[in-house]
């Protein structure tokens, strides 16, 4: 098949051809939007040397404008009903490969070492929502050797990965992805462009990751557990939300890490920049 199929039309005649049924659980939204993959093709910037991990390929809508314009695309899809399918979509490009399996099962850094040169890869993809936030984790925590991620999200998870301290949206989800990445929202997306429509806005999200996080932490586990306490009660003062935590300290010697760090024990976990919450937990880390 030489046919773009990003149509409505076209996306209709293949699941008909095929019998598709939509699994609404496993997020099958496929976009129909010929611009919105060009636009997050030309974000990303992919360039023939690069080598680009696809999530979820569907029907292939978005994988064929990568193996076009990328050296290499391996995609991992779960629904195995969706193999015959890319089968034939993806016939003319020879650069593509599909991996069946469930993305936060698979060995990551055995399938980078597999499949993968030594360079740094881009993840790009249409996230099946349901999994949004631990597949994102996952890729950033593994520490894998990952140059960029530009992917649709529900907007809602977007403006929270995206949020900067002080905003009604900045949490411990913000702090995770901004310790590992710059990450922005480089675009947003009416439902339209999915069939069939998710009942939620989307946007696209680019997180450039860092070579190794930006501020060096003693104890990455302390960090993360000091930043789920600070937001975990969100409207208590930081002072007493950490001190009903699981961090096992007095109160006093709480007061006395925050005074020595200058951060105000009446101000609230939302307004501490990662700075701010390293400079505790190495504090902390060190008594
Ligand atoms: N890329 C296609 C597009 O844009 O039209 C489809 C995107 S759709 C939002 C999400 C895709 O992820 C579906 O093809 C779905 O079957 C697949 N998927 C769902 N859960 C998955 C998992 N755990 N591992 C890999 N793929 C998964």
């Known amino acids: 098949m030489n ?56 029907i292939g809508t978005l994988t064929q404008e990568l193996c076009k314009r ?23 490009y020879k650069n593509v490969e599909i991996v069946q399996g469930d993305v936060l099962k698979i060995d990551l850094h055995s399938l980078f070492k597999d499949k993968f040169s030594q360079g740094r890869i881009k993840v790009v993809a249409n996230l099946p929502y349901y999994i949004t936030t631990p597949i994102v984790m996952k890729f950033l925590e593994e520490r894998l050797n990952i140059d960029k991620i530009v992917v649709m999200v529900q907007k809602e998870v977007a403006q929270r990965m995206t949020a ?4 009604k949206d900045y949490g411990a989800l913000s702090v995770a992805v901004q310790y590992y990445s710059q990450a922005d929202i480089i675009l947003d997306v009416p439902s339209s462009v999915f069939m069939p429509r998710p009942n939620v806005d989307s946007a696209v999200i680019m997180l ?13 586990k302390l960090l993360f557990s000091i930043v789920k306490a600070a937001f975990g009660k969100r409207r208590k003062t930081l002072l007493n939300a950490l001190s009903s935590s699981n961090l096992n300290m007095t109160k006093d010697s709480l007061k006395k890490a925050l005074n020595m760090c200058n951060i105000d024990p009446v101000r609230r976990g939302e307004t501490l920049t990662i700075k701010e919450f390293v400079a505790l937990s190495d504090y902390i880390h060190e008594l």
Not at 11 to 36: A, W
Not at 164 to 167: L, M, Q
């Open 3 to 58: 046919n773009r199929i990003y149509s409505p039309a076209i996306t209709k005649e293949i699941i008909n051809k095929h019998k598709f049924k939509f699994s609404k659980s496993l997020g099958q939204n496929f976009l129909i939007d010929g611009n919105i993959i060009d636009s997050i093709c030309t974000k990303a910037e992919i360039k023939t040397e690069d080598e680009v991990l696809e999530v979820g390929p569907g």
């Open 164 to 167: 900067s301290p002080g905003n």
């Open 208 to 220: 450039n990751v860092y070579d190794k996080p930006r501020i060096e932490v003693k104890n990455e």
């Open 70 to 92: 990328a050296g290499k695309v391996i995609a991992i899809e779960l629904d195995k009903g969706l193999l015959p399918i890319l089968d034939e979509t993806l016939a003319e």
